[in-house]
């Protein structure tokens, strides 16, 4: 079985798969986190892999930048591919001066403007949520490796380059949103559409009110603390 986006056959994915943007970033979580590797996409060079971890199987693959994009990508693996489980591990720009550089954000619910869900599914709310289970499950593994994890609402941006760039004050204040990122509120959506579990990690790549960020580099390789935590829900 394949998708016009995903050419991997049936047994090829794990039950749980982990979800950077970057597909470089899923290349580097497979080369340097998973044993037992082999390679089940390279569509439109959206890699995918599937390992084991701790001797549990678990797959890595990139989701692309956007709700779109990740909204194809996550609807095929729970749809076609019987996922069960998607951590989304991101990047994301802080609204807070209280999130620094390389802290992890863990989110409870995704804010957004975009149509994504009343399009796809006809959901009017501005609000998808993760799975409750999910997270409670990132939040025991985080307090078992004693890596410290902020619980919170996240914006999802259609957007990038904002022209009104002050906005983000006011979507941080009226809507209680800690960090930006582009693509948890779609594949919220799309796990609650199709009764499946998700959930979002992101590492503070960027902040919007001291201006501090990282480099591409350290945004595609050095993002180990998130990636630890996600690797562990191997089931």
């Given at each position: ?32 986190f ?19 971890f701790?001797?549990?199987q ?22 076609f ?36 869900a ?41 957007v ?23 693509e ?52």
């Amino acid at each position: 079985m394949s998708t016009p986006h995903n050419s991997a056959v049936e047994g090829q994915i794990a039950k749980t798969v982990l979800m950077p943007g970057d597909p470089l970033r899923a290349k580097y979580i497979a080369e340097n986190f998973l044993e037992n590797v082999t390679q089940f996409n390279t569509v439109r060079n959206m890699f995918g892999y599937t390992g084991t971890f701790q001797g549990k199987q678990i797959s890595v693959m990139g989701s692309g930048m956007g709700m779109p994009s990740i909204g194809i990508y996550s609807y095929e693996l729970y749809k076609f591919y019987d996922v069960e489980n998607i951590i989304r591990i991101g990047s994301a720009g802080a609204y807070t001066k209280d999130l620094n550089l390389y802290d992890v954000v863990l989110a409870d619910a995704a804010w957004s403007e975009s149509t994504f869900a009343k399009t796809q599914g006809d959901y009017e709310d501005d609000l998808t949520y993760p799975s409750k289970e999910l997270n409670e499950r990132i939040l025991e593994i985080a307090k078992e490796i004693k890596m410290p994890v902020t619980l919170g609402t996240i914006h999802s941006s259609d957007v990038f380059y904002r022209e009104n760039f002050a906005v983000f004050n006011d979507i941080r204040d009226n809507h209680g949103c800690v960090a930006v990122e582009m693509e948890s509120f779609a594949l919220f959506h799309n796990a609650n559409v199709l009764n499946k579990k998700a959930a979002c990690l992101l590492t503070i790549s960027d902040n919007l009110v001291t201006h501090e960020e990282t480099s591409a580099d350290e945004r595609q390789n050095a993002f180990t603390n998130m990636m630890e935590i996600a690797l562990r829900i191997a089931e």
